[in-house]
């Protein structure tokens, strides 16, 4: 009876554990395009045992002091309308894969939008109307198509500084008409000021720290990078309650990828593939094991995978790349 009762222990804790990693968050940031998606843009996604997808619709600023948000047009492209993340949503839907709708600004030029910040009060007030119109109406959207998180903003740190009352009346508002789990994307440099994140579900980065200096670093390097940032992911997760998601992560494939990962530029020099696979394994190495990290989404995942990335390409996707096959591993592991 002894041994029976130890040996339906060990299979209770087993099974617990399973559980447990069957939760974990192994998701792709699925970038929006002008087409329709079908199952041969999905395969890849469940190819590389992904079990997330963040769909990423667009509205559009003229400039960083411009207070109005234009989106759903017939000049985007299908994948950033709403009817496009609707259809992309559905796609998804059939392979099992759950969805983080994450609506997104994107400022003409390319100018980062946790710039955006307005001259005056009347700019300040015609914003939060133009946000709330856009926003609100993609949370009624997740909530119709029943998605799992919804994003409710993206490194928007400025507009958050000037305005932390309105976006606690915002986040009021979006609770009211849906229902699941919400994060906001809050950009490395700024999560630790984000001031509401005890009404988020998860407490969500950006996470593009710095982690090595070095041309190629080693996983071991990477690894040692990262020990000043978890200290600090990890307290505010205890001080607020929340576990963290990454709702971006990733290294371009090319020298020094662990020195600025936020950067984008087009010039930044010769592919190095070895130095995107050893920065992606040690962010893995180091979060995917802890109970208070729900998990992420790899920036960036393109809908026509057999034509994206490769061996020559030095943006941030992983497709088609050594780090194709870390994610993998790593993903399937949990």
């Known amino acids: 009876m002894r041994l029976f009762k130890l040996l339906f222990f060990i299979l209770c804790v087993s099974l617990q554990a399973c559980v447990a ?3 974990k968050i192994n998701g792709v940031s699925f970038v929006a395009a002008n087409a329709e998606v079908y199952e041969t843009h999905v395969k890849p996604i469940i190819d590389v045992k992904a079990n ?3 769909i990423m619709p667009f509205g559009f600023i003229r400039d960083l002091k411009h207070p109005n948000i234009v989106y759903n047009t017939h000049r985007q492209w299908f994948g950033e309308t709403a009817e496009g993340a609707r259809q992309y949503v559905g796609e998804l839907r059939k392979k099992n894969i759950k969805i983080m709708l994450k609506p997104q600004i994107w400022v003409w030029h390319g100018e980062f939008t946790g710039f955006i910040e307005m001259n005056n009060e009347a700019d300040w007030t015609t914003l939060e109307a133009s946000y709330s119109k856009f926003i609100l109406e993609y949370a009624q959207l997740a909530e ?3 998605v799992e998180i919804f994003c409710i903003g993206t490194e928007l740190e400025r507009f958050i500084k000037h305005r932390p009352e309105y976006w606690h009346q915002l986040v009021l508002e979006i609770r009211k008409m849906y ?3 919400l994060t906001y994307a809050a950009n490395w440099d700024e999560f630790k000021r984000t001031p509401f994140w ?4 998860f407490i969500g980065i950006d996470a593009y720290f710095h982690v090595s200096a070095n041309k190629t670093p080693t996983v071991e390097e990477c690894l040692q990078g990262w020990n ?3 200290e600090v992911i990890k307290k505010l997760s205890s001080e607020v309650g929340r576990p963290i998601l990454f709702t971006e992560f990733g290294y371009r494939s090319v020298d020094f990828t662990g020195r600025e990962p936020w950067k984008s530029d087009r010039n930044m020099g010769a592919v190095n593939l070895e130095a995107q696979a050893n920065a992606t394994k040690a962010l ?5 094991k802890e109970d208070w990290f729900s998990g992420g989404f790899v920036w960036k995942w393109f809908i026509n995978h057999a034509n994206s990335g490769g061996a020559n390409d030095t943006r941030f996707t992983p497709q088609n790349k050594p780090t194709e096959a870390v994610i993998k591993y790593y993903f399937k592991s949990s």
């Not at 005890?198 to 579900?201: E, K, V």
């Not at 893995?284 to 995917?288: C, L, M, R, V």
């Open 21 to 23: 990693q069957s939760d």
């Open 52 to 54: 997330y997808a963040a």
């Open 144 to 146: 119709e198509l029943k």
């Open 179 to 181: 229902k699941g789990k």
């Open 198 to 201: 005890g009404a988020m579900d």
């Open 228 to 230: 000043p940032h978890v």
């Open 284 to 288: 893995f190495k180091t979060f995917w």
